[in-house]
């Protein structure tokens, strides 16, 4: 026993305690049961349900362990008779409160109540039970509440407000007439209810049930299978409920890194589409008639050889290019990118990285050595102060978001710098409303007062950076006047926000794509990196720069080489060190120049230099600026391969088409934001003939002549891609069954790098500063487009709705793109909320709906590129950051009338 903690006796046993542990939480760490209904890990105890009392000695009553602090000297009895005959008659009251009726309840099996029920033998209720007042909840699309099973145990409030931060239901009216409620008491669909299902997964009994699963599937009728979210770069784990071969619900994996239980709506809701009628089942070639006809595996696999080795032969390997699938698994990426490199010979292979984390992976490879998110999720409600700038959090990554939200709740503080008032600006102590593409001046602004009032960390700086002087004599170019202006924000607000950011070490910084999708996307990431530099916030825990991906494995198809300038791992393809080791190990030799590229693919397709495209998992026609002059494209190039699960807009104009497994329906891993390589489980089969991507690579690598052994995902990875890769050396899947590893990770003993340049030691040496001068957007507002549009992404959809637009509920809560502006915009439009506009750019227009709100400034138009008929890519630039070619979707010039 260690004699430095204070002990307590329980059940005549003295044990030691933790100040500020509750009996309940001494007590289960102990192994001593104690029931209870209402408790909730990482929330505010309430003591509710009164299950878990337990005697205190020299207590008046029973007290509720879940909520009283344990103290020296305690002396606390678990299970004697009287506690017993309490937690009897609490059970007992609780079931005659409602309709409890296990034989045609969903959660029977599964429920806590009747859980207890059985273990304390209560056969009968003695007590007469209240008329229950409110009608069942079925309105919407996701969550049926029925409130005569509900119990009143608060954990449905305690999961919205104390661990998503939602703050959406509490408790309303008094006595029998109680009920949890929304604000106003009005229908979830109505309410700020934004369908995380938290509530959900915390509820012990049938109140609250997931409305797709009902009649569904019981507890005993289903197996579990772990695996990882597919839609952001949180990486949440989940468990996957599958009955007959069907997924029919799922749920959040507690105690799991990254997401410790939590799940937003796409992820426990967003998952039926791997069953959709619409799937890809059998290969599809294109026929004189322009029509796709079924073709046998042979057949296509035989056509896309023949056909690349005719351009190859004609053309030149460089005639062929490749755009890899940041949604797939890392094993299909690596065997793209191998397939390209060694059986075609090529580096021309990249993917969608490059519209959107291109400018992160450049922009910090240059300053610190590495291009990733410095540190981890669960430094996220650690932290003391975090500035989340050009991030729409709770909307692109909700579950990081609530760990924000959970910060602040915790006493930190937050500031936000974003163009719109976006949902994290709510929590915001500082809200900092730049301009768009301001951030260059804005940071320099910030450095400049910092700098200034002697509030940098020298010591920092002058032991762990270079190319500090040439960094102050460009900041000293932007006086808080000048980069106010430029920013659009006040003076004071400048000094403001960059004296709190300097009165907290460390301090966390966060963004997204408001930072990269830009022309100067690059400096922008740099300028992050100066700032957090300059502040000695970089290598240290609840610090760094943490770019959040956008998409499940967007940080793994960087990983594995699917870029024209990288082998697996970062390795350079200009390297002859890294070259000859990939030669070595795939046996033949290797182009030794950068490719190119996917703007230089479609360029080169314009000026009939590539011949052939494949197009993996990535539908182009709706993703990149411009989509006239991209379907032209599509449709101008020679040969055009796509593998794919659904027909898409893109998979229109493809010679062959390959139907390819789903999420869920492989095994293999993804790697999320924090640099987390996760197991992905396959749960379900293929629909028809569909194949792994990972396969469909290797067998044309066959016929082209390379003969290669993998025969999974787990041959690959642990054969190859840690025996070739330094960063994950001590990666194999033997050690990723739980929380999984990142990297680096070095050696098999290695646990993993939560958190990198550890106290300023930089993996290049010494942390690069760059002095960086603010270049504005490409296209700018005149009198023929007076409006600024910027592009992004919405919370209940997921890139251009290939999965989500074919999950049962998503469709409801959001069926159609809207352009949002601002009240003094609409005021002099003469357009109301509901509107259709036309919205029109040099490129094109569409007609949508105006959604009228106070979180867009004057001045600025915003779209998403969800929904086809309303896309905002019709209207988006097609000009780029010159270093990492990304799009500047965050900023083009247009106009909007009321149709």
């Known amino acids: 026993m260690d004699t430095n903690q204070p002990t307590m006796s329980i059940n005549g046993t003295m044990v030691t305690f933790t100040p500020g542990q509750t009996i309940l939480e001494v007590a289960w760490e102990r192994g001593i049961d104690i029931p209870t209904l209402c408790y909730l890990k990482d929330a505010s105890p309430t003591g509710a349900c009164r299950i878990c009392l337990v005697e205190v000695k020299g207590a008046r009553t029973l007290v509720a362990s879940c909520a009283m602090p344990a103290g020296p000297g305690m002396e606390v009895t678990t299970d004697s008779p009287e506690v017993h005959r309490s937690r009897r008659l609490n059970i007992e009251l609780l079931l005659a409160s409602g309709n409890h009726n296990c034989l045609t309840c969903e959660k029977n099996g599964e429920c806590k109540l009747q859980d207890l029920a059985y273990a304390y033998g209560i056969k009968e209720i003695r007590f007469q039970g209240q008329t229950q007042q409110y009608p069942k909840d079925d309105s919407n699309p996701l969550i049926t509440r029925d409130f005569s099973r509900c119990i009143l145990c608060g954990r449905c409030v305690q999961a919205c407000n104390d661990l998503q931060v939602n703050r959406a239901i509490g408790y309303g009216y008094r006595g029998a007439a109680s009920k949890i409620v929304t604000t106003g008491d009005r229908p979830y669909q109505e309410?700020?209810?934004?369908?995380?299902?938290?509530?959900?997964?915390?509820?012990?009994?049938?109140?609250?049930?997931?409305?797709?699963?009902?009649?569904?599937?019981?507890?005993?009728?289903?197996?579990?299978?772990?695996?990882?979210?597919?839609?952001?770069?949180?990486?949440?784990?989940?468990?996957?409920?599958?009955?007959?071969?069907?997924?029919?619900?799922?749920?959040?994996?507690?105690?799991?890194?990254?997401?410790?239980?939590?799940?937003c709506v796409k992820g426990r809701f967003g998952y039926d589409f791997v069953h959709s009628?619409?799937?890809?089942?059998?290969?599809?070639?294109?026929?004189?008639?322009?029509?796709?006809?079924?073709?046998t595996w042979d057949q296509a696999l035989d056509l896309v050889a023949t056909r690349l080795k005719q351009i190859k032969k004609k053309h030149g390997a460089n005639a062929i290019a490749g755009v890899s699938c940041a949604r797939s698994i890392n094993e299909d990426s690596y065997n793209m990118q191998k397939l390209f490199r060694a059986a075609i010979g090529t580096n021309n292979i990249d993917h969608c990285a490059r519209v959107c984390h291109a400018p992160t992976v450049a922009g910090l490879a240059a300053s610190f050595g590495s291009g990733a998110m410095t540190n981890s999720f669960a430094d996220f409600d650690k932290a003391r102060l975090i500035f989340v700038i050009g991030s729409n959090i709770t909307e692109a990554h909700p579950v990081a978001g609530a760990l924000v939200k959970r910060a602040v709740a915790k006493g930190a503080q937050l500031i936000v710098a974003d163009p719109r008032f976006t949902g994290i600006a709510e929590s915001a102590h500082i809200y900092v409303p730049i301009k768009v593409g301001s951030d260059v001046a804005f940071i320099n602004g910030l450095m400049n007062v910092i700098i200034s009032e002697g509030l940098q960390d020298q010591a920092y700086i002058d032991r762990c950076t270079t190319g500090y002087a040439d960094l102050v004599a460009k900041v000293a170019e932007y006086p808080p006047s000048k980069a106010a202006r430029i920013a659009g924000i006040g003076v004071d607000l400048l000094r403001e926000t960059a004296r709190k950011l300097a009165s907290v070490k460390p301090a966390m910084l966060v963004y997204t794509l408001g930072i990269t999708e830009h022309t100067c996307g690059v400096n922008n990431v740099r300028s992050t990196a100066n700032l957090q530099m300059l502040l000695g916030n970089v290598g240290f825990e609840c610090g760094g720069v943490n770019?959040?991906?956008?998409?499940?494995?967007?940080?793994?198809?960087?990983?594995?080489?699917?870029?024209?300038?990288?082998?697996?791992?970062?390795?350079?393809?200009?390297?002859?060190?890294?070259r000859h080791k990939f030669e070595e190990a795939w046996g033949v030799k290797m182009p030794r120049k950068n490719g190119l590229m996917i703007p230089q693919m479609f360029e080169g397709i314009e000026q009939g230099e590539i011949k052939a495209?494949?197009?993996?998992?990535?539908?182009?026609?709706?993703?990149e600026p411009d989509i006239r002059h991209v379907e032209h494209c599509l449709k101008s190039v020679e040969f055009l391969i796509c593998n794919d699960i659904f027909p898409t807009e893109t998979t229109r104009f493809a010679d062959v088409i390959f139907p390819a497994a789903a999420w869920s329906e492989d095994d293999g891993t993804f790697a999320n934001s924090e640099r987390r390589v996760q197991r992905v489980r396959k749960a379900v089969e293929p629909p028809g003939q569909a194949k792994p991507n990972w396969w469909i690579f290797r067998e044309v690598a066959g016929r082209l002549g390379q003969e290669w052994k993998s025969k999974s995902g787990q041959d690959i990875w642990d054969k190859e891609v840690s025996e070739l890769a330094p960063l994950f050396k001590?990666?194999?899947?033997?050690?990723?069954?739980?929380?999984?590893?990142?990297?680096?990770?070095?050696?098999?003993?290695?646990?993993?790098?939560?958190?990198?340049?550890?106290?300023?030691?930089?993996?290049?040496?010494?942390?690069?500063?760059?002095?960086l001068d603010w270049t504005p957007p490409a296209e700018v507002p005149d009198k023929k487009y007076p409006l600024v549009l910027s592009t992004g992404r919405r919370l209940y959809h997921y890139h251009t709705r290939t999965q989500t637009g074919r999950c049962g509920g998503l469709n409801d809560l959001l069926g159609q793109e809207t352009a949002d502006i601002s009240l003094a915009d609409a005021a002099e439009l003469g357009v109301a909320d509901g509107d259709m506009v036309r919205v029109s750019s040099r490129r094109g227009q569409v007609m949508v709906k105006a959604r009228v709100t106070r979180q867009v400034p004057k001045g600025l138009v915003w779209m998403a590129f969800h929904f086809r008929e309303g896309n905002a890519n019709w209207l988006t630039n097609p000009v780029y950051d010159p270093i990492s070619l990304t799009a500047e979707y965050k900023a083009c010039a247009v106009r909007v009338e009321k149709a």
């Open 191 to 263: 309410s700020d209810c934004v369908f995380c299902g938290q509530c959900v997964e915390a509820c012990p009994v049938g109140a609250l049930t997931e409305k797709k699963a009902k009649g569904l599937a019981r507890s005993w009728e289903t197996k579990k299978v772990r695996t990882t979210c597919p839609y952001c770069g949180v990486g949440c784990q989940m468990w996957l409920h599958v009955k007959a071969g069907r997924i029919v619900k799922v749920t959040a994996v507690e105690d799991a890194q990254p997401n410790r239980g939590m799940l």
């Open 277 to 295: 009628p619409e799937r890809l089942t059998t290969p599809l070639i294109k026929g004189e008639d322009g029509q796709h006809h079924p073709a």
């Open 547 to 578: 770019p959040l991906r956008g998409q499940n494995n967007v940080q793994g198809a960087c990983d594995m080489g699917a870029l024209p300038g990288d082998y697996p791992g970062y390795q350079k393809v200009e390297n002859p060190a890294a």
């Open 613 to 623: 495209l494949w197009v993996f998992g990535e539908n182009l026609a709706n993703t």
């Open 730 to 771: 001590g990666i194999k899947y033997s050690r990723l069954e739980n929380d999984g590893l990142q990297w680096p990770c070095p050696d098999k003993n290695h646990p993993g790098t939560a958190c990198m340049h550890k106290e300023g030691r930089f993996t290049c040496g010494l942390g690069n500063f760059e002095a």
